[in-house]
């Protein structure tokens, strides 16, 4: 059971990209700007675009947060995009998700140019992905190959499974794992005989954000377990069950714990995984930072 430490290795990409926005600074004149745009008050979405604003600062980018009220129209959204793609300055913009309800996400993620798009949502870089034509990819996705990479953990002619058929995750993380010579299967909640699937598995994704998706019954002895999902858990007697030692003793502090997908079980039966928290949340906000570089040098035309 070793951890594939996402604090480590956010940490080494962070002091990379500080470096390289260092150099550009002194070549190019300015640094990388990041556009965060925000709407609503979802208290999850709040404190991840709060750490992505700090990571960003840390590595010397420019980060601009716009916020909008939660009843905010679909044409306010897009004007501020429109703004955005023109302005030299900003070399990725990023819509955070979920949006409010009454909005349509794909009419707002469709008016990101491509060249801007940081996340890889827009469908022209979906396809592209697929492809494997794509010089970023989605955050999430791209931190947990960075990951195995980290660790050395040969990808090609795994059994994988991915659990959760989102556009963030799933669909893109399917993609990079098959890129890499993975043999994946990507799972959803009408997917049949889970358990039975996961147990022929040598590395399972899980992108669900429900505890204890997937359980110690359901995994092979040294299985790759990567855990995507960052469950809030409010009941103290819940959090002395799902969570780790660390995360509940923060229980009386905080008020709740943090938990993922994959039970503690589990995880002592892999050869590899990632806690949570410390593991590919971590490596979500490295990704951004990098992927906002990689824009900056091409618009620059430096790659
Ligand atoms: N919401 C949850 N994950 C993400 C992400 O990677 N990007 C954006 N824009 N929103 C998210």
Redesign the pocket.
């Given at each position: 059971m070793n951890i594939l430490d996402g604090k480590h290795v956010s940490q080494v990409i962070l002091s990379n990209a500080k470096q390289q926005i260092e150099q550009m600074q002194a070549k190019i004149g300015r640094v990388p700007g990041l556009a965060?745009i925000i709407a609503g008050n979802n208290p999850a979405?709040a404190s991840?675009v709060k750490s992505k604003a700090k990571k960003s600062a840390q590595a010397g980018i420019h980060s601009t947060l716009i916020e909008f009220d939660a009843a905010v129209s679909e044409e306010q959204i897009i004007d501020k995009i429109i703004d955005l793609n023109q302005d030299a300055s900003v070399d990725g913009i990023?819509?955070?998700?979920?949006l409010p309800g009454h909005l349509n996400q794909w009419k707002i993620l469709d008016h990101i140019h491509p060249k801007k798009d940081v996340?890889c949502?827009h469908p022209l870089n979906q396809g592209r992905i697929l492809l494997d034509r794509s010089s970023i990819f989605?955050?999430?996705p791209a931190g947990i190959i960075k990951l195995l990479d980290y660790y050395n953990i040969e990808i090609k002619g795994l059994n994988a499974a991915v659990i959760g058929r989102s556009f963030?995750?799933g669909k893109p993380m399917a993609a990079l794992l098959t890129n890499r010579h993975a043999t994946v299967t990507l799972c959803h909640s009408r997917t049949r005989n889970l358990p039975e699937l996961l147990r022929r598995m040598d590395l399972i994704v899980s992108a669900v954000g429900i505890p204890d998706t997937v359980t110690a019954d359901m995994v092979t002895e040294n299985v790759i377990l990567i855990d995507v999902g960052i469950n809030h858990i409010a009941n103290y007697e819940d959090a002395v069950r799902l969570c780790d030692q660390e995360e509940t003793a923060k229980f009386s502090r905080k008020g709740y714990a943090i938990t993922g997908d994959i039970s503690k079980q589990a995880f002592k039966k892999s050869s590899w995984f990632t806690p949570v928290p410390g593991g590919v949340g971590l490596m979500?906000v490295a990704l951004?930072i990098e992927n906002t570089v990689a824009l900056f040098n091409q618009h620059h035309s430096l790659v």
């Open positions: 965060v979405s991840y990023l819509v955070q998700l979920p996340d949502f989605p955050c999430t963030i995750v979500t951004l």
